[in-house]
């Protein structure tokens, strides 16, 4: 039996609608309607009650669901203990990163490793700060790179590579580009392009516009911040962000100013505590060997 068929039927027991499953699954209200009909011409029994453009699941599909979901569970354990089994055997480390980690150490720890550790593969992947935990955290080899607050590390361990600090970046002919320092507050009458929501960079910034008396008149938000600079070169705005984050993207039309008052972030790898797979372990006794960075607590 297709566990794919199998999905679709869970899925089905929980939405009673071909259309929302079809969603839930990425393909079309026919193909769930095939794969229902498939599963129960492979059982000899009807899973649901068609009437009236309305579902409903019949008593021969109420015996069917719990075996239905006992297999696709055993089936994603025997997925997640194989995929496990051919990292350790491959020696094969996911790191999971948001998108400027070349800005900063974290980058070059993983090349001079790489020239250590040749045997070891790494799979690098970007995502924005709020797909970065928990998930990518559940394997045995998955580390995360990821910018720091004050969040509680929790069920993690966080390794720190370095700190980064907030600056404001003006178009060069902005009449305060001169400033060696900027006090917050003599940007509350700007427009800002921010990093947006989806960034763990947005609040900060929000909170400190508070902190300080102002509600930020937002005119922009995106993911990229190569795109922000573009805007702010052709005087649309400004922006608050990270230092490092923006040095090495800095142009001879924009400038980049500390700010008062200012938040310090950590740049961190992180992976689960406990037990870890063996590429992971390398890595993390490679860091802590070399370079002496700091657990977090």
Not at 19 to 38: C, D, R, V, Y
Request: aromatic content about 10%.
């Amino acid at each position: 039996m297709d566990i794919h068929k199998l999905k679709a039927f869970i899925d089905l027991t929980q939405t009673l609608s071909y259309t929302e499953t079809a969603e839930h699954l990425f393909t079309t209200q026919g193909n769930i309607s095939k794969q229902i009909l498939a599963v129960e011409k492979e059982l000899g029994v009807e899973l649901f009650y068609r009437k009236h453009r309305k579902i409903q699941l019949t008593e021969a599909g109420k015996i069917t669901l719990p075996f239905a979901q006992e297999i696709v569970e055993q089936f994603e354990r025997l997925q997640e203990t194989v995929n496990d089994y051919k990292e350790e055997t491959n020696l094969l480390l996911h790191i999971y990163t948001i998108p400027t980690m070349p800005s900063y150490h974290g980058f070059e720890e993983i090349t001079n490793f790489l020239k250590v550790h040749p045997e070891v593969k790494i799979q690098l992947t970007e995502s924005e700060s709020f797909e970065l935990f928990p998930t990518p955290l559940e394997g045995r080899n998955h580390i995360v790179f990821a910018r720091k607050f004050d969040e509680n590390p929790d069920i993690w361990e966080w390794l720190r590579t370095e700190q980064d600090q907030f600056v404001a970046v003006l178009s060069k002919e902005h009449p305060l580009a001169y400033k060696k320092e900027l006090e917050l507050t003599d940007l509350a009458q700007e427009n800002f392009l921010l990093l947006g929501k989806e960034t763990n960079l947005y609040q900060p910034v929000i909170d400190l516009c508070h902190q300080v008396g102002f509600e930020p008149e937002i005119t922009y938000e995106g993911t990229r911040i190569d795109l922000i600079l573009t805007m702010i070169a052709s005087r649309l705005g400004i922006t608050i962000a990270m230092e490092k984050s923006v040095v090495n993207l800095l142009n001879d039309k924009v400038v980049a100013i500390p700010v008062t008052p200012n938040r310090i972030s950590s740049l961190c790898f992180v992976r689960k505590k406990g037990t870890n797979g063996k590429a992971s372990d390398m890595f993390w006794h490679y860091l802590q060997k070399n370079k002496k960075y700091s657990i977090l607590e």
